[in-house]
Each structure stands twice: as C-alpha cells, then as structure tokens.
C-alpha cells in the first residue's frame, strides 16, 4: 500500500498570503489528522476529520481550517500568514475506528516557510 | 490522555542494546502506550504498540509492567540509522486521535 503523501513538500510564503496544503491518506483509512511542529512548541494537534467532517480539533487560531473531501483526501488552509507559522505540517490517517488502539501513519510533511 | 515523561536525550553505540523508559503514571485503563520514531524533517513513523507485559516486532521489543506506569522500549543492536527521536505516548483505543507529543528522546548513535 502506499503511504501518506503531502503536497507540496517545500513552500515558501510571505506575511498576509494565504496557503493550502494537500494530504492523500493511506488507501482506505477514513480518518486524516493534521500537526505543526516546530522546533519551540513541538508537535502539536491542529484538527482531524472523518467521513468529511471535523471530528477533533486542537488549540489553534481560525486562521487555520481544513477540509475533507468524499476520498478522504484533506487540506489545510493557513489564511493571514505570521512569520510563527512557520514550521513542518503533517498529516497522518488512519483506519479511524479499529479496535483496539487506532494507530495513525505520518507522511513526510510540508515545510513551510513564511517570510 | 497520559502525560509521559522520558529521558530528553541518550547516546549509545553501534550494536548496543538501547533501553529507553518512558513514566505515565496517570494512564488510563483504555490506553494503549505507542511508540514513534522521528527523523528530522520526517514525519513519525509508528514503531511499536502495546497495552501490558511484553510485545515485540521485527524492529523492537516493548515492556510494559503490570502497573502500566511505565514503559520500556528495546532497541536490539542499533545502528547509526537508529540515529532519531523517539516518543512516547499514551493513546485511546476509542474515539480519540488527537496525539499528543512530548519532546520525546532524542537517541544519538555512534560508530
């Protein structure tokens, strides 16, 4: 099977723009998480969706939203960029409701860098 | 979800057996304890999981006592691949899936 993929891997923005980013899950897995890491904050929680709705979400501003589209396919959108948005934003999926523990599998990440 | 404490960081070298600990004394009796390994600029990759005694893959062995208060992950004979950070964490089996990362241990591999 083939694994998670994000699109793009590398970005560059400036302050102000807005950025989507592209996640494709594992084929199947019904559920898509989305993280920020950061080498201050490390990995945190932005919001999962499931069946195409918003199941779970973290701490974060609205400026930041996601979507999921009936192939389980996800974005994420970053609206009114700051320069602490930039980080590595990843995606992980899982199957989103096997017994017993759901394990979730990362792609390899955006690297987003705004100027 | 449990809040895991482990070592921030732990040098070995190649061939060893590497032991790290991670703490979670709150852990709930529906959480299984996961293991990830993080390579930089990589997302982490799911190593190993268990919920008490002992599990083992093809790539590690995981104790867990049967408190659950604790868990140990074995790393036969590492290599400078082994080169990463490793985390810890305590996750639901139902209905949750946010993670929650601690700063994890960043494991140094010499020749």
């Known amino acids: 099977k083939a694994g998670v993929t994000q699109t793009p891997r590398y970005l560059i923005k400036t302050r102000g723009q807005q950025v989507t980013l592209s996640c494709s899950p594992i084929?199947?897995?019904?559920?898509v998480s989305w993280y920020q890491q950061t080498p201050g904050q490390g990995l945190q929680f932005l919001f999962e969706?499931?069946?195409?709705?918003?199941?779970n979400k973290g701490n974060f501003p609205g400026r930041f939203s996601g979507r999921q589209f009936s192939n389980s396919r996800s974005e994420m959108n970053v609206s009114t960029l700051e320069l602490g948005d930039s980080a590595l934003y990843l995606c992980?999926?899982?199957?989103?409701?096997?017994?017993?523990?759901?394990?979730?599998?990362f792609g390899p990440g955006t690297r987003l860098t705004v100027l | 979800l449990a809040k895991t404490t482990q070592p921030i960081s732990m040098d070995s070298y190649e061939g060893q057996e590497v032991n790290i600990t991670c703490s979670h004394n709150?852990?709930?009796?529906?959480?299984?304890i996961t293991w990830y390994q993080q390579f930089p600029s990589q997302g982490p990759r799911f190593i190993i999981q268990?919920?008490?005694t002992k599990v083992t893959n093809e790539v590690a062995s995981l104790f867990i006592p049967a408190d659950r208060k604790s868990s140990t992950l074995s790393l036969p004979r590492v290599s400078l691949s082994d080169t990463a950070v490793y985390y810890c964490?305590?996750?639901?089996?139902?209905?949750?899936?946010?993670?929650?990362f601690g700063s994890g241990t960043r494991l140094q591999v010499q020749p």
């Open positions: 992980a999926s899982s199957d989103g409701g096997r017994a017993p523990a759901d394990t979730q599998y």
């Open positions: 084929s199947g897995h019904r559920s």
């Open positions: 969706y499931f069946s195409e709705t918003q199941r």
């Open positions: 709150n852990i709930a009796t529906n959480d299984y």
């Open positions: 268990g919920y008490k």
């Open positions: 964490l305590g996750e639901r089996d139902t209905g949750r899936r946010a993670l929650t």
